[in-house]
């Protein structure tokens, strides 16, 4: 089933939003396991690279393999399903609600499925077990009953990273996650990913190259709309296209 330890691997993907050619024939794969940075310019394509490979947008072409399975233009539900978990660059929880009753929705998406046979009673009380868990996890088990508007900008991403998780997913795609915060903020937030993430594959598309060149195993750098290098980072770094393309620029 899996293809030479290959969880992910993109196809020659297009994508265009009426006329304007976001992706232009992306290809590169993940091993399972793997730490997998995409980086590149801003508008180079990698929040669409995302919407496609989990089902928001569906390619102009090109396919999607997850696991040897052809995943292409299947709906975000399904994906889901079959443990493919992305968060969002913009929070994506419900404010008004308290964070527990948050990750308890998503967890229960899952446990609905794996456990309609159960007793509702008990399938209550795995739930409220595994959102305990996944808030301890990621840090917010004191703060499990505020509601999510109260919370800190560093809470707020570490919920979404719970959120993500609820799933229980083996692929999981995180889109900037250290956005907006502080140097300190991002090495905390680095780390708490690194944790909650191990055994999985990870897919992220992160800016601050240090952070960048410490967790990944490969990156993959995306320039108008293809991939201009996919490779182990020491690779990345000399390479003299992608320093005339990105690195050298900053
Ligand atoms: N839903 C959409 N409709 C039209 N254009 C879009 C849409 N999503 C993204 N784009 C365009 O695609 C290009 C790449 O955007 P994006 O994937 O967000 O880049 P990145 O995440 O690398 O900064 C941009 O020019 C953006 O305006
Ligand atoms: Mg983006």
Redesign the pocket.
């Known amino acids: 089933m899996k293809d030479n330890g290959r969880i992910l691997e993109v196809r020659d993907l297009y994508k265009d939003?009426?006329g304007?050619e976001?992706l232009a024939g992306v290809s590169f794969q993940v091993a399972q396991g793997e730490r997998h940075a995409v980086i590149?310019?801003?508008?180079?394509?990698?929040?669409?690279?995302f919407?496609v490979i989990t089902g928001k947008?569906k390619p102009s072409g090109g396919s999607i393999l997850f696991q040897g399975r052809d995943i292409t233009g299947r709906p975000p539900h399904q994906l889901c399903r079959m443990k493919i978990s992305r968060s969002f660059q913009i929070t994506n929880a419900f404010q008004e609600l308290t964070v527990f009753e948050n990750v308890r929705s998503g967890v229960r998406c899952l446990h609905g499925l794996r456990y309609h046979f159960f007793r509702r009673v008990d399938r209550d009380v795995a739930v409220n077990r595994r959102t305990e868990e996944l808030l301890h996890l990621v840090g917010l088990g004191s703060v499990a009953d505020a509601p999510v508007s109260t919370l800190s900008y560093g809470q707020q991403r570490a919920l979404e990273i719970a959120l993500t998780l609820s799933t229980d997913p083996e692929l999981i795609l995180l889109d900037e996650p250290t956005a907006g915060m502080t140097r300190e903020e991002t090495a905390e937030a680095i780390q708490l990913i690194d944790r909650v993430t191990r055994g999985k594959t990870l897919i992220i598309?992160e800016h601050d190259m240090d952070v960048v060149f410490s967790l990944a195993d490969r990156i993959s750098v995306?320039h108008y709309g293809r991939i201009l290098a996919s490779d182990r980072p020491h690779v990345i770094r000399d390479d003299q296209r992608v320093k005339d393309a990105y690195l050298g620029e900053g």
């Open positions: 939003f009426s304007l976001v590149g310019p801003n508008g180079a394509g990698k929040t669409t690279l919407n947008y598309i995306l």
